[in-house]
Structures are given as structure tokens and as C-alpha cells.
Nanobody
Framework: QVQLEQSGGGLVQAGGSLRLSCAVS????????MGWFRQDPGKEREFVAG????????FYADSVRGRFTISRDNAKNTVTLQMNNLKPEDTAVYYC????????????????WGQGTQVTVSS
């Protein structure tokens, strides 16, 4: 069973930065595409950023492109989301996820999920 353990998040003022990390307990971590999603209460989970297993390809939601950066370290089985210039509308619970698919923005394609971490951006 693949387990994803998230860390980071918290409360920050608008314009500030936060860093989310996700550690994956699986020897085949390097074969998964990794993604970050977020969800507000009462809303659907939405795609934020993804990175292919090769680390060559990254993809972002339009709302975060240029502000967020996803990266991974296959030697350490970790994926990170660096969030800069945060806005109040970025407030949500953030989830990391893993999929054997090459590329997907669809939450349904992701097989394994972290526990979620709250990010709150005050205005």
C-alpha cells in the first residue's frame, strides 16, 4: 500500500510564501506522476500542479502558473509545492496524490492520496 505523508502549510498573509512537502513510502515512487490538488468546503477538488515521473514535464492550473512551482526528488521519494505570492483565493485544503498515468489533471486518475493540509491566506 502506497502511503503519502504531507507536511507544511499554515497561515500566511497575502503576498507571502508557503512550502508543502509530500513523502511517499513506495520503492516505485519514481514511476508515478505526482500531483497537488486543493479543495474548499462544498466545492469539488481541483487540480493545482503536476509533475511527470521523469521530472521533465510539469503542468499547472492557470490560476497558479507563475506563482507555484512543483518539484520532486526521486532519490528521497518526495514532492514539493513551493507557493509564492499567495492570494486569499488560494485558501483551501491541499492534497498530494500519485498516479501511474503519464499525465492527468483529473482527480479520478489518482490512486493514492495524502491526508490533506490546510493553507489559509489572509488579506
Amino acid at each position: 500500500q502506497v502511503q503519502l505523508e504531507q507536511s507544511g502549510g499554515g497561515l500566511v498573509q497575502a503576498g507571502g510564501s508557503l512550502r508543502l512537502s509530500c513523502a511517499v513510502s513506495d520503492r516505485t515512487f519514481s514511476r508515478y506522476t505526482m500531483g497537488w490538488f486543493r479543495q474548499d468546503p462544498g466545492k469539488e477538488r481541483e487540480f493545482v500542479a503536476g509533475i511527470s515521473w521523469t521530472t521533465i514535464s510539469t503542468f499547472y492550473a492557470d490560476s497558479v502558473r507563475g506563482r507555484f512551482t512543483i518539484s520532486r526528488d526521486n532519490a528521497k521519494n518526495t514532492v514539493t509545492l513551493q507557493m509564492n505570492n499567495l492570494k486569499p483565493e488560494d485558501t483551501a485544503v491541499y492534497y498530494c496524490a500519485a498516479t501511474p498515468s503519464i499525465y492527468s489533471r483529473d482527480p479520478a486518475a489518482y490512486s493514492f492520496w495524502g491526508q490533506g493540509t490546510q493553507v489559509t491566506v489572509s488579506s
